[in-house]
């Protein structure tokens, strides 16, 4: 009896070591990257679209929750990385306006020019953006929420969306034929998160859009590392140019 009552407390301790991990783990990469940027004082190395991937990816997360119940640590972890997204947005902005050589023209998402889509000068535009496509995601939800194929595609968007995590820094990375900015740290944990997240879903028997999704994102984030690799010789100088006031 005792041996009983042994083995279900270190498998409980296990859960929830499991399910703190899972919550708090994916937030923790984009600690070395904030610290990268503020020490630089520049944050061209990291790419916004990481933000706009994982917001987008999570918003559908937490709306296929309503449609299909799943771990609950996965919802906490989709509500603690739409905020850290957030965070790092404010910084980038709040980074690249200090350091414009002239002052550019204000973009704003209230402008609706495609051209400066997730590009805009002021935290408040990406902030109206995500909560127009977070009402409208809403609305849809509990219009359809019934219907079994719509919360299936919900769910594998959310997840393939997430999976494409890595894809903007990588071509990022590719364009500049430089990893110089991006923290090699961030990836690494990364590829340790996904490795660990991709055995949770497995072992919790998660929906399975959610391990394959997460096998999708441990190749990309190998991909990521062999960049750090075929360009870890090459430097690129960065040279502030002068911007045109339109």
């Not at 609706?112 to 849809?140: E, I, R």
């Not at 949770?200 to 590392?225: H, M, N, R």
């Amino acid at each position: 009896m005792y041996n009983f009552y042994e083995q279900l407390t270190i498998k409980d301790v296990a859960n929830w070591v499991a399910s703190g991990a899972i919550i708090f783990g994916g937030i923790v990469p984009y600690v070395p990257q904030y610290k990268e940027i503020k020490k630089r004082d520049d944050a061209e190395g990291f790419s916004l679209y990481v933000c706009l991937t994982l917001l987008i990816a999570n918003t559908l997360r937490i709306s296929f929750w309503f449609g299909k119940r799943y771990e609950i640590p996965l919802l906490l972890q989709s509500i603690l990385m739409i905020i850290t997204m957030f965070i790092m947005i404010k910084l980038c902005i709040n980074v690249q306006n200090r350091n414009q050589v002239v002052k550019v023209r204000e973009r704003v998402f209230s402008d609706f020019d495609t051209n400066y889509f997730w590009k805009w000068t002021d935290f408040q535009s990406y902030l109206d953006f995500m909560l127009l496509f977070t009402a409208l995601m809403g609305v849809v939800t509990y219009l359809l929420m019934d219907v079994p194929i719509f919360v299936e595609i919900v769910g594998l968007l959310a997840l393939l969306t997430e999976a494409m995590l890595g894809v903007p820094q990588f071509v990022h990375n590719f364009l500049n034929k430089s990893t110089s900015g991006m923290s090699i740290i961030m990836v690494a944990m990364w590829t340790l998160g996904d490795v660990f997240k991709t055995c949770y879903f497995v072992v919790k028997e998660a929906p399975i859009q959610f391990g394959v999704c997460g096998t999708l994102q441990v190749i990309i984030d190998i991909a990521i590392l062999t960049q750090v690799y075929i360009y870890q010789n090459k430097t690129t100088v960065h040279v502030k140019i002068p911007v045109r006031v339109d």
